[in-house]
């Protein structure tokens, strides 16, 4: 059974920085393109949106409102990913999902599995 479960989320105050990190189980980790996803607070999973994603090659992406304060990383012998947020903002607050799927690119209806999720609040 695939699994990916996340930590690292919590409460931090708006300028500051949190590490999120994610382990996944039964699944070949080098092969997909992984991905963290966040769902603000007042939307449904219908506004669930990309935060960053790196391919199978390591190549990242990132939303624009996040490039140059987001980090993603994988270590695909330690079958871990993590997301690095430096200069946090109050939009920033979400629940953050971790994500895997098989395209290179990886938007909401590509992903196949996803973990159960980390709160981030980021206050004023």
């Known amino acids: 059974e695939v699994q990916l479960v996340e930590s690292g989320g919590g409460l931090v105050q708006a300028g500051g920085s949190l590490r999120l990190s994610c382990t996944g189980t039964?699944?070949?980790?080098?092969?997909?393109?992984l991905g963290w996803f966040r769902q603000a607070p007042d939307k449904g999973r219908e506004g669930r949106e990309m935060?960053?994603?790196?391919?199978?090659?390591?190549?990242?992406g990132y939303a624009d409102s996040v490039q140059g304060r987001f980090t993603i990383s994988r270590d695909n012998a330690k079958t871990t990913l993590s997301l690095t947020m430096d200069n946090l903002k109050p939009e920033d607050t979400a629940m953050y999902y971790c994500?895997?799927?098989?395209?290179?690119?990886?938007?909401?209806?590509?992903?196949?599995?996803w973990g159960q999720g980390t709160q981030v609040t980021v206050s004023s």
């Open positions: 994500a895997v799927g098989l395209c290179p690119m990886l938007g909401v209806p590509d992903v196949v599995k």
């Open positions: 039964g699944l070949t980790f080098h092969a997909y393109t």
């Open positions: 935060v960053a994603y790196a391919d199978n090659g390591g190549r990242p």
